[in-house]
């Protein structure tokens, strides 16, 4: 079995926003005291079950950047890019009604979109292709 790196600019971009969901599901599944660092947290007071939870996280984006990456079709990446999106709202909604305005929650918004624009404007056509 031969590993699928696209040719396509459009798709390319689509596939790298997928690479890095994968890598950031991995950091958070393999270290996650550093990644609720990260997050804001302090981590002194999490049990074992908010650990779970944490790598649980973790572990669904490292799935669905995988799943992007492998199967590399259209309905793969609209998985990834609605999810992240939906991510993405959520943090927003965060940030105006939980008095989370701050210069890394904005950080990782702007994260968050990125990732998940980049594939739903491949999926959907926006991403011109550059002829060669």
């Known amino acids: 079995m031969d590993?699928?790196?696209?040719?396509?600019?459009?798709?390319?971009?689509?596939?790298?926003?997928?690479?890095?969901?994968a890598?950031?599901?991995?950091?958070?599944?393999?270290?996650?005291?550093?990644?609720?660092r990260i997050a804001g947290f302090s981590v002194g007071g999490i049990t074992g079950d908010g650990y779970g939870s944490v790598r649980s996280t973790g572990g669904l984006y490292l799935g669905l950047g995988l799943?992007?990456?492998?199967l590399a079709q259209n309905w793969t990446y609209?998985?990834?890019?609605?999810?992240?999106?939906a991510a993405a709202i959520g943090r927003l909604l965060s940030m105006l009604f939980d008095r989370g305005?701050?210069?890394?929650?904005?950080?990782?918004?702007?994260?968050?979109?990125?990732?998940?624009?980049?594939?739903?404007a491949y999926v959907f056509g926006y991403i011109p292709s550059v002829a060669g």
Do not use: D, H, K, M
């Open 101 to 120: 305005l701050s210069p890394r929650n904005f950080a990782l918004l702007l994260l968050q979109v990125a990732l998940g624009a980049l594939p739903l």
């Open 3 to 21: 590993f699928y790196f696209p040719t396509e600019l459009p798709e390319r971009i689509a596939f790298i926003a997928s690479a890095l969901t």
């Open 23 to 36: 890598i950031i599901g991995l950091f958070i599944l393999l270290l996650p005291a550093q990644s609720l």
């Open 78 to 85: 609209l998985a990834l890019g609605a999810s992240l999106s």
């Open 67 to 70: 799943c992007a990456i492998l």
